[in-house]
């Protein structure tokens, strides 16, 4: 596929931007690393509202682009060779609009590994582990009379804001004095326990006061006000 309009998302949701990048998602936490990302590059994208709670990932339409029906996803009309470029899963889509628009990745290579392997963390670790405390504590996992899934869940948790903790004891990113796609990539996640999960009490939050108030710079940017928003809820 070359082109925006030979994807059949594109008729779907429809494009009132077309030659802009094309976001599909829904404001969870994976989800708006993307807006973020987008807005604090300065891209010019178009939202469209991929509505998890209807099961809007599991069309056809959707999953052509992403056949592992989650959000997000865009094409950039504009991708490499200046053909339409689809890409699914957050830390990809991340990376490539880093290295499109030149900002919030270092050009040199040693800095550059290093902001991946935080990326990674989030992939890796966080990302899976978070989603698990906030199923068996907010969600159906309250249902379970035996609670070790929820307390391995949690105590992995724990130990991994740890690792946050330490690395922020000094600096004010994750990469010392530059905002990042690894602070994009992860600090919409750590702010979730503390709100929407409501696990501050579970996972102890208040001995991580480096990390929140890392969590409190990257959501008062700009970028992310805005951003933390798209696409809205409708």
Known sequence: MTKLSDFA????????????????????????????A????GLAYEAHGVNIGRNETWTDDFLELNPNGKIPAIIDPNGPGGQALPLFESGAILVYLAEKSGKLISKDPARRYETLQWMFFQTGHIGPMFGQVGFFHKFAGREYEDKRPLHRYRDESIRLLGVLEKRLQDRPWLMGDEYSIADVQIFPWVRNMRGFYDAGELL???????????????????????????????
Request: glycine share 4%; hydrophobic share 35%.
């Open 9 to 36: 998302i594109a008729k779907h949701w429809p494009a009132q931007h077309p030659d802009r990048i094309q976001l599909y998602s829904w404001p969870t936490p994976n989800g708006v690393k993307v807006s973020i």
């Open 38 to 41: 987008l807005e604090e590059m």
């Open 204 to 234: 102890g939050l208040h001995n991580f006061p480096k990390t929140y108030e890392w969590v409190d710079r990257a959501a008062a940017r700009p970028a992310s006000i805005r951003g933390l928003e798209i696409p809205p809820r409708s």
